[in-house]
Every structure is written in structure tokens, then in C-alpha cells.
């Protein structure tokens, strides 16, 4: 099965998200900070990264530019509360694949992944 790089601030939405990735069958990598994200993709390659934008030290969309930067091409959604049209604009301009409103609706979430991952 494939494997997800989730990331956002928030410990109790990070477990609650890991678990049902993992109910469905993902191998689950969790990352508090954009930083720990960063560097866990140094020895990772998810097929999928779940990423919120705000977070502190290093947003989101700072994030998905180093992510990028560093030559991953995973598909990344952002996960975020930030979904009046110009903060999705911005998560495009970022690299993001697919942007998703908290709070996350499971049934958009898992139609997202699987559409990304090619078996939508």
C-alpha cells in the first residue's frame, strides 16, 4: 500500500489523521513541524504528503517549496482552515496538488488521495 507523509502542528489532529490513513491501509509517517518533515523526506519517499499551512517556524507553503526544491514530486494536499481563494492560489504557486478545507471531511479527503494515487 502506499505511503503518507502527514504533517501539521497539531498533535491530536496528527494521531487522529495517522489512524485513519492506517485504517485504510497506509504506511503512516507523522511530522510535527515543517522542519522534522523536511528532514524525515532526506531518508523517505512517500507515494503522498498530507501538509498543513499553518505552522510555526516554517509554513506550509515554505515547506512545499523546499519540498519541491528538493525534488520531490509526491503529490501534496494541503490541509488547511485557509481556503478562501487566495490562500489556495498560493498553495498551487507552492506546488501543492489538491487543496482540502479543515475541517477535513473524510469522504473528500480519501476521494482526494485516491484521485492523486490514481485509483479514483
Known amino acids: 500500500m502506499a505511503s503518507v507523509l502527514c504533517v501539521d502542528d497539531d498533535p491530536g489532529f496528527l494521531e487522529m489523521l495517522g489512524s485513519l490513513l492506517e485504517k485504510r491501509g497506509y504506511t503512516v ?50 490541509l488547511t482552515v485557509l481556503y478562501e481563494p487566495e490562500y489556495r492560489e498560493k498553495s498551487f504557486a507552492a506546488g501543492a496538488d489538491a487543496v482540502v478545507p479543515k475541517p477535513v471531511e473524510r469522504a473528500i479527503l480519501f476521494k482526494t488521495i485516491e484521485s492523486l494515487l490514481g485509483r479514483g
Open 29 to 78: 509517517h507523522l511530522a510535527g513541524s515543517g522542519m522534522e518533515a523536511l528532514s524525515l523526506l532526506e531518508e523517505l519517499s512517500p507515494d503522498l504528503i498530507l501538509l498543513d499551512i499553518m505552522m510555526p517556524e516554517l509554513d506550509g507553503w515554505e515547506t512545499l517549496r523546499r519540498i519541491r526544491g528538493m525534488g520531490c514530486r509526491a503529490p501534496v494536499i494541503v
